[in-house]
């Protein structure tokens, strides 16, 4: 299976099923999209969903969500009403 990057996304040439793992689901990810993501069988990965859409992806440590959060906040005090006018 080959993977096209677009930007930081990879879109497969062909959906995914899931298999049976005795009483539940697995989803199967090809080695190429693992090595370009750098996840292994020991990686911690969350889920979440919005009702519609799947996302899975590694866990990030308390200090990279701080940081994260402070750097939208930073972003949203200098640039919170160009984003505004943007979103009219």
């Known amino acids: 299976m080959a993977f096209v ?3 930081r996304c990879f879109r497969p040439d062909m ?3 899931l298999t049976r ?3 539940s689901l697995a989803l199967v990810i ?8 750098e996840i292994d ?3 911690e990965l969350e889920l979440s969903t919005d009702g519609d859409v799947l996302v899975v992806a590694p866990v990030r440590s308390r ?4 940081r994260t959060a402070e750097l939208v906040a930073e ?4 640039y919170g009403g160009v984003f505004r ?4």
């Not at 972003?75 to 200098?78: I, K, V, Y």
Request: proline letters at 6%.
């Open 5 to 7: 990057r677009t930007g």
């Open 30 to 37: 090809d080695r190429p999209l693992l090595d370009a993501l």
């Open 63 to 66: 200090k990279r969500k701080k």
């Open 75 to 78: 972003a949203h005090e200098q």
């Open 85 to 88: 006018r943007l979103a009219e």
């Open 21 to 23: 793992s005795g009483n």
């Open 15 to 17: 959906p995914k099923r």
């Open 41 to 43: 069988a020991d990686t």
